[in-house]
């Protein structure tokens, strides 16, 4: 994880300098607190308290499936980083990266792509699974891993700074599937939050080191999916809006001196001419 970090910050910064067109401010802040939140996740004593308490882990899941994979894709970071590796790994990796297209492809299908983060999410909140995991360190990051590598693409998509073309969802197709993609995590997550049976026995064994009840646990765990997702998604929404709005406007100097583009090009006559 040291490595991997080291290495995406690496390469971002090296891909930052000397570049005809700069990263934008805004991005390299993105990319860096995505990069940082993810490393505090997994390898500080957040982890241990994850696997010891069940609010705790949600709250691990909202930063390592939500909140830091969202940073990534809103930092675009393809180009930078490509830009940062060395002349000689560029050429390496471009056979590597055409044998990988079509699988790319298919992991960018959206509906794949919503499938895929909801299933990286909700399947480990399967109580037989997640008693096995909880119990098993490999389980456990495999896990963590999954709920990262799994969201990916879905903020990609819903992300993408550039219109359609190129890219691959217009706005209303990313207003659909992001609400196609909220509807099981607000039920699940509401779901624990109202629940008064315990459905994580194997907290007993684990330990908490808090000395609440499971249900309440187990409620601050619902509670935890629920309301920071759900502001991630309503923010994610007023991007969407502001997108809207940004392609819906009019040009401020067609509207000088009360006329319209056309009658400001003389070529095109007045309106009682055109019409």
């Known amino acids: 994880m040291l490595l991997t970090t080291v290495l995406a910050v690496g390469l971002y910064a090296r891909g ?28 500080t004593s957040l982890n241990y308290y994850a696997s010891h308490m069940f609010f705790v882990l949600q709250l691990q899941h909202f930063v390592l499936h939500d909140l830091g994979p969202a940073l990534l894709a809103a930092a675009t970071p393809g180009a930078t980083l490509s830009r940062g590796l060395p002349r000689w790994a560029r050429s390496w990796l471009q056979p590597i990266a055409r044998t990988f297209q079509v699988p790319r492809e298919l992991l960018l299908d959206p509906g794949i792509a919503t499938a895929l983060y ?3 999410q ?12 909880m119990l098993s360190n490999r389980l456990f990051e495999l896990m963590s891993w999954s709920t990262v ?13 550039r219109p359609h073309p190129p890219a691959r969802l217009r706005l209303r197709q990313r207003f659909i599937f992001l609400y196609l993609a909220s509807l099981p995590m607000t ?11 315990n459905w994580y026995l194997v907290y007993a064994v684990c330990g908490r080191f808090l000395p609440i009840s499971p249900v309440m646990d187990q409620e601050l765990g619902g509670t935890a999916m629920w309301v920071p997702g759900a502001l991630l998604f309503g923010g994610v929404l007023f991007v969407f809006l ?13 509207g000088l001196a ?17 019409a």
């Open 118 to 120: 909801v299933v990286s």
């Open 149 to 161: 590598l799994g969201a990916l693409p879905f903020w990609h998509l819903m992300l993408d700074p």
């Open 16 to 43: 930052m300098t000397g570049t005809a067109a700069p990263t934008s401010p805004v991005r390299r802040v993105a990319w860096f607190a995505g990069v940082a939140l993810i490393y505090l996740a997994l390898q």
């Open 187 to 197: 039920f699940v997550s509401a779901a624990l939050a109202f629940s008064q049976t």
């Open 258 to 274: 009360g006329t319209s583009p056309g009658h400001a090009d003389p070529r095109r006559g007045t309106a009682a001419g055109q």
């Open 122 to 133: 909700l399947v480990w909140l399967l109580p037989a699974i997640t008693f096995d995991v």
């Open 242 to 254: 502001g997108r809207k709005l940004d392609q819906g406007a009019v040009p401020l100097t067609s």
